[in-house]
């Protein structure tokens, strides 16, 4: 929800916001591609909320159980994070934006998920092999 949360009372105020995209299963476990926007950019951030929450990202030593990260490599080759928009207000309070998108070994992995439903298929096709990756506006709009 949209409850804090606190992760040992030290540390900055961080502020992340997610959206699933699809459900998955795969690789012997059920998976979620989720869309993230952070408002705070803290260090490890994504990965230290998604852990909190039970939910780790995949291939992270760092964030999850060994025995977790070590399956993770049959998967993928590193933690599968990706930062696909770079958005700020420039100087002039001119919106600007910068859209990468998945390099191929992460892309790679998402050919072999087999969505849960047709939503969640369509969303895995989209963000495997596409070069226009939607800005976080029309996601968020889509999955209100």
């Given amino acids: 929800g949209d409850e804090p949360t606190s992760a040992g009372g030290y ?5 992340t916001l997610l959206r699933g995209l699809a459900h998955a299963i ?4 059920a ?13 490890h951030q ?3 909320h998604f852990a909190h929450v ?12 060994s025995t977790t990260a070590f399956s ?3 998967v993928c080759t590193r933690n599968f994070l990706h930062r696909y928009c770079l958005a700020f207000l420039d100087g002039a309070s001119v919106r600007q934006s910068v ?6 070994d992460l892309a790679a992995p998402l050919q072999g998920l087999t969505g849960k439903d047709q939503q969640s298929a369509d969303a895995i096709a989209l963000w495997s092999a596409t070069r226009s990756i939607p800005d ?9």
């Fill in 11 to 15: 540390g900055k105020p961080s502020h």
């Fill in 26 to 29: 795969s690789w012997g476990t």
């Fill in 31 to 43: 998976s979620t591609l989720v869309a993230v926007r952070i408002s705070t950019g803290r260090r």
């Fill in 46 to 48: 994504i990965r230290s």
């Fill in 54 to 65: 039970g939910h780790p990202t995949v291939r992270d030593p760092m964030y999850s159980a």
């Fill in 72 to 74: 993770d490599a049959t």
């Fill in 99 to 104: 859209k990468v998108p998945l390099s191929h």
């Fill in 136 to 144: 976080w506006e029309v996601i968020d709009a889509t999955m209100r």
